[in-house]
């Protein structure tokens, strides 16, 4: 642990890196503050940026850019009660009281103060967990580590709440367009009856950048045209960012300490993300509080929750990504692409073999978490003018960062089209109650998944109950049927008892 600790540190000091992860925090600040961006947009626009770059360099800046973003999410949710992130929103409800008593500058920050503190606990985390977790799963052969692919593909409909069927159509539809192009194993061309461009294999760049881009920049572009909000203005009222005072921070220890562990545990888990960790985390301060009454009235115990929470997330999320090969949210799986483009796999192996990726992520995580409090107080009043910026000014200019991140990749017009399909396809896709994030969870683990199979395969002798039988396997698959059955029972539980509630209303 110590080893990689050092060994992160001393790569952030070299001036490359340390321009190059200084940028990426920069970027990450001013695209979490922008309304309708996001965490994983922001990783998104920035890949064109790490496609030169070395790929333990790569994964280093963009780690930065998103957890920078994710704090950068809370300025305009202290300031002006507008999100910048979805981790943000429950920022908002102490964070924007706080500020309308003239306390702007001790809410702000108590937000930076908790985004770097739950930020270096995911950081520090993140490095004492990876090797655990590697080490356990480097035992493993390839039908466990069949297994656990389908654990990771299981976890995200299993946590969603709303449409678990649609989820899991998500899943299969990725894995689908993972199997299209070239066979892993057979070096043969697969749905090879046409010369069509569209069953050659397909670029996870492009779409990624149109499922989360695009179709983002069109469902914010419908949104506001249905509210005839062209984009939001705010004052100007020449807050300063005054810093608590160290006795006031102590007095939040306690929140401090909780929120950071449900938003490690919550970022671990693929698919939850730090939306999910913010505002499980709010609810429990609430719980736990010795006077909830005064959650939501303007406490900095209700910040901290929040961005103590979401800022944990991001290290967590990168546990399951650097030791196992599952990432572990939407901006995981971004970081996740980069590295197999540049043909490193993530897994138990990397870990192991090239400890340097994780010495990089928690370098560039542990500067970031400095650089960004710095970043954010200077920024605080560029933080107005992104606020005053048209949506019809906006939009298209995020769509032109996305157009050239497309085409940079390898200088084609077609991946350009490839992202602006995807873009339409995945604004439809959510429209239609699907789940985007489900699809590319489906997409970045499709090769491993098929690859661990038919390598287990054979290795059974052609046998699939031979794969199935092994004891781990056994237990995880079962743990995996065992899973998506209470869901789907949780499901039409729910659904029977809403019909019930609206049949006694009536």
């Not at 503050?33 to 790490?50: E, H, Q, T, W, Y």
């Not at 409800?93 to 270096?120: H, Q, V, W």
Request: hydrophobic content about 50%.
């Amino acid at each position: 642990m110590f080893s990689i600790l050092f060994a992160g540190l001393k790569m952030i000091f070299v001036p490359s890196v340390f321009a190059l992860v200084t940028a990426g925090t920069i970027l990450g600040v001013i695209f979490g503050a922008m309304p309708g961006v996001g965490a994983s947009m922001a990783v998104a626009l920035a890949l064109p940026f790490a496609y030169e770059m070395a790929p333990e360099t790569a994964i280093g800046f963009l780690a930065a850019v998103y957890s920078a973003s994710v704090t950068g999410g809370g300025i305009t949710a202290v300031l002006y009660r507008v999100p910048g992130t979805p981790s943000s929103a429950p920022t908002i409800f102490d964070g924007y009281p706080m500020a309308r008593r003239g306390e702007a500058g001790k809410a702000l920050g108590f937000s930076l103060i908790a985004s770097a503190i739950g930020g270096m606990a995911g950081a520090f985390a993140m490095v004492l967990l990876c090797p655990h977790f590697s080490a356990v799963a480097g035992r493993f052969g390839y039908s466990e580590l069949f297994a656990i692919c389908v654990l990771g593909l299981c976890l995200l409909p299993c946590l969603d709440r709303g449409n678990i069927v649609k989820t899991l159509i998500s899943v299969l539809l990725g894995l689908l367009l993972a199997c299209m192009g070239m066979d892993p194993v057979l070096k043969l061309p697969r749905f090879g009856w046409s010369d069509s461009v569209f069953f050659s294999e397909i670029e996870m760049i492009p779409v990624m950048i149109g499922l989360f881009v695009v179709a983002e920049v069109l469902k914010q572009t419908e949104k506001r045209g249905k509210s005839g909000l062209a984009g939001k203005s705010g004052e100007d009222k020449g807050m300063k960012t005054l810093l608590p005072r160290p006795g006031e921070v102590w007095q939040t220890r306690i929140t401090m300490l909780r929120s950071s562990v449900i938003g490690l545990v919550v970022g671990i888990l693929p698919g939850a993300g730090a939306t999910v960790a913010s505002f499980l985390s709010y609810a429990v301060e609430k719980r736990v509080s010795k006077h909830p009454e005064l959650m939501g009235t303007g406490i900095a115990e209700g910040i901290v929750a929040s961005e103590a929470a979401n800022n944990a997330a991001t290290g967590g999320s990168m546990v399951p990504l650097l030791s196992l090969g599952i990432p572990g949210g939407n901006a995981a799986a971004i970081m996740m692409t980069i590295l197999l483009v540049k043909d490193v796999r993530p897994g138990p192996e990397l870990i192991q073999v090239w400890p340097e990726y994780l010495a990089s992520v928690f370098g560039s995580m542990f500067l970031t978490n400095i650089l960004m409090v710095i970043v954010a107080i200077l920024l605080v009043r560029m933080s107005v003018k992104l606020l005053r910026i048209p949506y019809s000014v906006l939009g298209p200019g995020i769509m032109m960062l996305a157009a050239v991140g497309a085409y940079g990749l390898n200088q084609r017009f077609w991946d350009v089209l490839l992202m602006a399909g995807a873009g339409v396809a995945g604004y439809w896709f959510i429209r239609l109650g699907y789940n985007s994030a489900a699809l590319v969870l489906g997409m970045v683990m499709g090769q491993a998944s098929e690859m661990n199979l038919r390598h287990a395969y054979v290795l059974c002798g052609g046998s699939l109950a031979g794969v199935l039988a092994k004891p781990v396997t056994a237990v995880i698959m079962a743990g995996c049927a065992g899973m998506l059955t209470y869901s789907f029972v949780r499901c039409h539980v729910v659904r029977r008892k809403d019909r019930q509630d609206v049949m006694e209303e009536d």
